[in-house]
């Protein structure tokens, strides 16, 4: 099994979210502020007359684990619906899970997912 961890940018958490819907049993989103390769927000301040750059950017990270055969197919999933094509559009990363234990129905490995 492996535990895929997506960070997005926070606007395509809808296009992420239908892609998962059907291959998926299951995922879970936090959306939060990050700093990476992209071009961060330019916001005016005061009264209009000035502009400062944002810090951090709105993120979300999408989190979900999965049955080996399905990583390449679920994380090509997030690229596309996550696809901007600037700087930013965010990262995947794959990590090994070494058990899972469903708390509703003590259902453990993949029988959990």
């Known amino acids: 099994m492996k535990q895929i961890d997506a960070t997005i940018q926070a606007t395509k958490i809808g296009a992420v979210t239908e892609a998962l819907n059907d291959i998926v049993g299951g995922f879970t989103i936090l959306e939060g502020k990050g700093r990476g390769s992209g071009i961060r927000q330019q916001v005016r301040s005061g009264r209009g007359t000035g502009s400062i750059t944002k810090e951090y950017n709105a993120v979300a990270t999408v989190t979900t ?3 080996d055969s399905n990583v390449e ?3 090509n999933a997030i690229a596309d619906a996550a696809f901007t094509g600037k700087g930013g559009d ?3 990363v794959v990590t090994n899970v070494e058990s899972v234990l469903n708390i509703a129905s003590k259902k ?3 029988e959990a997912l």
């Open 108 to 110: 453990s490995g993949t």
């Open 65 to 67: 684990v999965v049955d």
């Open 90 to 92: 965010g990262i995947i």
């Open 73 to 75: 197919k679920i994380s």
